[in-house]
């Protein structure tokens, strides 16, 4: 079971940092990502990590502003959001990936979702 927490409004170049939070014993041997689906858009990816926090990837669009980060003691997975643009508002989710110790970076690769946190950027 995932669960996102921290998303709201915030101003236009603003930051916010939302959190996942993972149930179960298995965390740290799973990669896991952040998606996100605009009003009216596909459903896009936004940043992953491995497993150890090794290797990271990040969408285009949030390159330079977006920082994903893990705590497998916790387990929970991190999106520091920074120069919040009013384009990234979108309902965010967190992803486990589907198989254990393998990289997953696109959907296909995850197979649990979170229920998805609203992050609303203003103008």
């Known amino acids: 079971q995932l669960a996102e927490s921290g998303g709201g409004l915030v101003p236009a170049g603003g930051s916010l940092r939302l959190t996942c939070t993972a149930s179960?014993?298995?965390?740290?041997?799973?990669?896991m990502g952040w998606f996100r689906q605009p009003p009216g858009k596909e459903r896009e990816s936004v940043a992953a990590?491995?497993?150890?926090?090794?290797?990271?990837d990040y969408g285009d669009s949030v390159k330079g502003r977006f920082t994903v980060s893990r705590d497998n003691a916790k387990n929970t997975v991190a999106l520091q959001m920074r120069s919040l643009k009013p384009e990234d508002t979108a309902v965010y989710y967190c992803?486990?990936?589907?198989?254990?110790?393998?990289?997953?970076?696109?959907?296909?690769?995850?197979?649990?979702w979170g229920q998805g946190t609203q992050v609303t950027v203003s103008t």
């Open positions: 992803a486990k990936a589907r198989e254990r110790w393998r990289t997953a970076v696109a959907g296909p690769d995850f197979g649990s």
């Open positions: 179960g014993r298995t965390f740290s041997s799973y990669s």
């Open positions: 990590i491995t497993w150890t926090g090794a290797r990271t």
